[in-house]
C-alpha cells in the first residue's frame, strides 16, 4: 500500500477491473484487424498518461505492434486544459504513410487532444487510423466523436465511461503524481495527510 501527501480516497476502478477491461479491448481489436487482413499496426501511444495502459494492452494484442510515442500536452499542472494541444512526435513520422495507425490513450475529456492529433494524422496517407481510450468522461463534446456517428463506430474503442471527475493512476497524473497508483481513483481536495 502506498502513502501518499495527497488525497486520491475514492476509487473509481480497481487493478482487477481495469485489468479485465484492458484484455478485452485488446482482444477485440487484434480481432478487428485481423477480420481485415491486418498483421501489423503502429500503436502510437500518447504520452505521458497512456505509458502504463500501452504497456498492458500491447502485450495482449495477438498482431504485432510496433510502438511509438508521441506528447500531446495541454494541462500543465492543473485539472482543465491551459492551452490548445501541441504536439511533439518522437520519432520520424515519415514512417507512417501506408500504415496502420492505433492512438493509445489513457481518457478523453475535452476531445481536443484526439481531435488535433488526429487532424494533423489524417495528413499522412495512412492506412487506416483508429482510437482506444482506456477512459471516456461523460461531458458534453461537440464534433470529434458525438458528432461523427462514422467516428464512433469505426475508429473508437474505450474501456470505461466514467464521470466528469478529475482522476488518477494507472498512469494519469495530477502535477506529476500519482502515475504509480496501481488503480484508478478519483482526485480529491486537499486534506491533511491521508494514506490511501
Ligand atoms: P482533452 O484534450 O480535454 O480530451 O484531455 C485529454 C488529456 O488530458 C488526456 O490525455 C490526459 O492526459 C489529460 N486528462 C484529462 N482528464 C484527466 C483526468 O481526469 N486526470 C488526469 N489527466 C487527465
Ligand atoms: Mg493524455
New binding site residues.
Given amino acids: 500500500m502506498k502513502t501518499f501527501q495527497t488525497k486520491t480516497s475514492q476509487q473509481l476502478l480497481s487493478e482487477g477491473v481495469i485489468e479485465k477491461r484492458v484484455a478485452e479491448l485488446a482482444a477485440t481489436l487484434s480481432r478487428e484487424y485481423v477480420k481485415t487482413g491486418v498483421t501489423e499496426v503502429v500503436a502510437l501511444v500518447?504520452l505521458k498518461?497512456?505509458f502504463v495502459f500501452a504497456a498492458d494492452f500491447i502485450r495482449q494484442m495477438t498482431i504485432s505492434c510496433r510502438v511509438e510515442f508521441v506528447k500531446?500536452s495541454?494541462?500543465e499542472d492543473a485539472?482543465s486544459?491551459q492551452h490548445t494541444?501541441s504536439i511533439q512526435y518522437l520519432f520520424d513520422t515519415s514512417t507512417l504513410p501506408g500504415k496502420h495507425v492505433l492512438i493509445i490513450?489513457?481518457?478523453?475529456?475535452?476531445?481536443?487532444?484526439?481531435h488535433v492529433l488526429m487532424a494533423d494524422l489524417f495528413n499522412l496517407s495512412l492506412a487506416s487510423l483508429k482510437v482506444c481510450a482506456l477512459l471516456d468522461?461523460e461531458v458534453f463534446r461537440e464534433g470529434i466523436l458525438e458528432g461523427y456517428r462514422w467516428f464512433a463506430n469505426n475508429c473508437y474503442y474505450m474501456g470505461f465511461r466514467i464521470p466528469d471527475?478529475?482522476?488518477?493512476g494507472y498512469g494519469?497524473?495530477?502535477a506529476g503524481l500519482y502515475r504509480d497508483l496501481p488503480d484508478i481513483r478519483v482526485?480529491e481536495e486537499e486534506k491533511n495527510g491521508d494514506q490511501v
Fill in positions: 500518447v498518461g497512456a500531446v495541454s494541462y485539472t486544459p494541444p490513450e489513457d481518457i478523453i475529456d475535452s476531445g481536443n487532444t484526439l468522461k471527475k478529475f482522476v488518477v494519469l497524473d495530477h482526485l
